[in-house]
């Protein structure tokens, strides 16, 4: 494999050990990146490491500190700290299974591909991939890498295993103070009966090679057309067709359109028949009485 893994051990389930090696599942995507530049010579601004009263400093004088109270710092080598002894640098422990559901998507921060390490750790490998996936479960466990240990998920994936990173709970933001002012009303249902009917029209499978950065592709553009002008300012005009003045929106007319615009006729409701009135009953005429002989 031509990757470097990004961290190599062992998976521990009870008595078992499986020698893993894993590898960044993602990359960076495509970007345009800027350097500053002294306008009037044209070159590259450079960032010094300097010491205040002292100046430059050479690289081999730079220790890690941490600041313990105001100024005062302890120092640290880099031995020191690659030498804490920590059981999950080397060995993820899967000590719970949950199901997928139970952990919530703000949780998730960084995927990982898992392979075994050898051939000896195929068959253990696959036997703890199967059995999660009939099982329909997540491994929990921990793991040290790269100067911090996290909370990580295992799952199957295809023929190998996806390791993912997550945050703690107390890297994660609490929902309820940003949707408490939410009202919790309950739309109409035609205006929900249209909405589903819009969602339904667009619905598809996932391929995600459909999507790319569309703001790369235009400050490349820009780039270019900035080298073509020799210099020359360019400045976009702004869109604002597309804008209304204001936020009141006929909501059941914006729906219609776009189901019209999405292929489909939006069909109007039918109209609830509002119920017959009853016409007035009609009071019977008196029979004249009788004359008694």
Not at 71 to 99: C, H, M, P
Not at 104 to 121: C, I, N, R, S, T
Not at 197 to 211: C, M, N, T, V, Y
Request: hydrophobic fraction near 35%; aromatic fraction near 6%; charged fraction near 35%.
């Amino acid at each position: 494999m031509a990757a470097r893994a990004y961290w190599q051990g062992q998976i521990r389930l009870a008595l078992v050990s499986i020698p893993v090696e894993i590898y960044s599942a993602t990359k960076s995507g495509a970007a345009v990146s800027f350097k500053q530049i002294h306008e009037p010579s044209g070159q590259p601004i450079h960032y010094d490491k300097v010491v205040t009263g002292v100046g430059p400093v050479d690289a081999d004088e730079i220790m890690k500190g941490y600041e313990v109270s105001k100024g005062e710092y302890v120092l640290l080598e880099q031995d020191e700290i690659d030498a804490v002894k920590l059981e999950s640098k080397k060995t993820l422990e899967l000590t719970q299974f949950v199901d997928a559901s139970e952990i919530d998507v703000l949780y998730y921060e960084k995927p990982y591909f898992v392979v075994p390490a050898d051939d000896l750790a195929e068959e253990a490998f696959i036997v703890l991939r199967e059995a999660l996936k009939r099982t329909k479960k997540v491994g929990l466990g921990q793991l040290a890498m790269r100067g911090r240990e996290y909370v990580v998920s295992l799952k199957p994936c295809g023929r190998g295993m996806v390791l993912e990173t997550l945050r703690y709970a107390d890297e994660v933001h609490k929902a309820q103070g940003y949707f408490r002012d939410i009202p919790d009303d309950k739309p109409s249902e035609e205006l929900l009966e249209l909405a589903e009917a819009l969602i339904g029209k667009r619905s598809g499978d996932f391929h995600p090679q459909e999507f790319h950065d569309r703001y790369v592709d235009a400050l490349k553009d820009l780039i270019e057309r900035k080298r073509k002008s020799n210099g020359k300012k360019i400045i976009e005009e702004k869109d604002t067709g597309g804008k209304t003045g204001s936020n009141v929106v006929d909501l059941m007319a914006a729906l219609k359109k776009s189901m019209e615009k999405s292929g489909g006729r939006a069909e109007k409701a039918p109209a609830k028949k509002a119920p017959a009135k009853r016409a007035p009953a009609k009071t019977a005429a008196k029979a004249p009485a009788k004359k008694r002989a």
